[in-house]
């Protein structure tokens, strides 16, 4: 029964935020309510599993989104976003931004968190947007979407990937070279299916985009600036704030898998620290070009529309909190346990079903992926296939639809100005997509592993 009303406590969310036009906060709550209370969590469970998940959401991402949010406010009123979109339009071209974009994205910056790298890629992907003319946002936002996940569940150091092999047994030397070509060949061909979508009328402007009103001033503010040579930042300056923060973020990450670890490492390599010293240059490059009263201005821009952020994604943590409380999991683990035993085909796709439905109902995809790989883990001695292809196949289902029971889902959806039918058109189904494009590669590699 679990499975049925954690379907449906999604089924209401999205039908009460899409058909009754209900704020996704409201709806979020009231979906919660109804999980928790019909799932056996009991009355004080369900508000304590609120409670706990928006305060363990906001614990771990609070500071990143405010941080992440003010800096982008800065350097759109600094005019250093049109800057670094100029540059990147210049090197690769409006065609095939996008795919650089992915292609970066699930390769080079998997050490980074998802929710570090939507903050910092979000302002940079609405600033180039119009440079691919009228569908340029919902491409650049569908090649962001699956690029951070490509790299989140398939590319070493991305946090699924360091679960689930963990939990399966696989070293990172074995898994490497099979997740980068997997998590890569992913991304670029993902993007290049949704594009094609682009093409017959799927996306409609009018439904689909709903920017927040201070999202709006901050970048009628970056188009007034004045764009003379010497007011505006050079290209190195206009980057640091985010270049920065990833370096100190993967100093961090590649310090620890190469077993050298100390507290001056973890404080230099901490997400909040990098952010907030990526704050600190934004805000001195500000006060140097654009004065004091502007520089507050903009700050108390990104202040208002982080609030909005900050309230939907600790809400959609609550409702992942709630679900987990409900014992999804358990159900999981005993439905298939007993079918895990048969030719190497029928275990890809069992650990590929096991992680997607996993993620659908528990709506974290690090969640769903140490979850499927703890319950498949016990199971390897019984499979005929190689422990790393079950990890890949776990990653690949882990992937599947991102969608409202996610705190990043609504991340995504706010810091690209998108509508909540809008981010169910891009980040749900290029994750779907993105999923459904990997298994066959799975499958492949199976051949050779």
């Not at 689909?208 to 040579?229: G, K, Q, Y």
Request: glycine share 12%; no cysteine.
């Amino acid at each position: 029964m679990i499975v049925l009303h954690t379907a449906i406590a999604i089924v209401l969310v999205i039908g009460l935020i899409i058909r009754g036009k209900v704020d996704p906060v409201i709806s979020l709550i009231l979906g919660s309510l109804y999980l928790g209370l019909a799932g056996g969590v009991g009355f004080s469970g369900t508000l304590g599993a609120i409670t706990s998940g928006f305060g363990e959401i906001m614990a771990k991402v609070g500071l990143l989104i405010g941080f992440g949010v003010v800096i982008g406010s800065l350097l759109h009123a600094t005019g250093a976003f049109k800057r670094m979109v100029s540059a990147l339009v210049s090197a690769v071209g409006p065609r095939r931004l996008p795919f650089a974009m992915a292609g970066a994205m699930s390769t080079i910056f998997p050490s980074i968190y998802v929710d570090v790298q939507v903050v910092l890629a979000s302002p940079v992907a609405r600033s180039a947007a119009p440079h691919l003319g009228p569908m340029g946002l919902p491409l650049l936002a569908g090649a962001i979407g699956t690029g951070i996940f490509s790299g989140y569940v398939f590319v070493v150091p991305g946090l699924a990937v360091i679960l689930i092999t963990g939990q399966v047994g696989v070293s990172l030397g074995d898994w490497l070279l099979w997740g980068l070509l997997i998590g890569l060949a992913t991304a670029l061909i993902t993007t290049f299916l949704f594009q094609s979508l682009l093409r017959f009328g799927y996306w409609k402007r009018e439904s689909d985009e709903d920017p927040d009103e201070s999202m709006v001033e901050i970048e009628a503010h970056d188009a007034e600036i004045d764009t003379e040579r010497d007011r505006v930042p050079g290209l190195l300056v206009s980057v640091a704030p985010i270049l920065i923060p990833l370096l100190m973020i993967a100093f961090g990450a590649f310090a620890g898998l190469a077993g050298v670890s100390n507290d001056f490492i973890k404080f230099i390599g901490n997400a909040n620290l990098a952010l907030f010293v990526g704050l600190l240059w934004a805000y001195l490059l500000a006060r140097r070009l654009i004065g004091l009263e502007r520089t507050n201005t903009a700050l108390s821009e990104g202040f208002r529309t982080s609030g909005e952020i900050l309230l939907i994604t600790g809400v959609g943590g609550s409702l992942g909190e709630v679900i987990t409380a409900a014992g999804m999991g358990d159900a999981l683990g005993q439905l298939f346990s007993a079918d895990a035993a048969g030719p190497v085909l029928l275990s890809i796709l069992l650990a590929w079903f096991i992680a997607a439905v996993l993620h659908l109902a528990i709506g974290s995809v690090s969640v769903a992926a140490l979850t499927a790989s703890s319950i498949i883990g016990p199971l390897l001695p019984q499979l005929s296939v190689s422990p790393v292809v079950i990890g890949l196949a776990i990653a690949s289902g882990a992937l599947f639809a991102v969608q409202v029971n996610s705190n990043f889902f609504w991340m995504f959806k706010a810091l690209l100005g998108l509508s909540t039918i809008g981010a169910l058109k891009t980040l749900t189904v290029v994750t779907s997509v993105a999923s459904v494009v990997s298994l066959p590669l799975v499958i492949l590699a199976s051949v050779f592993l």
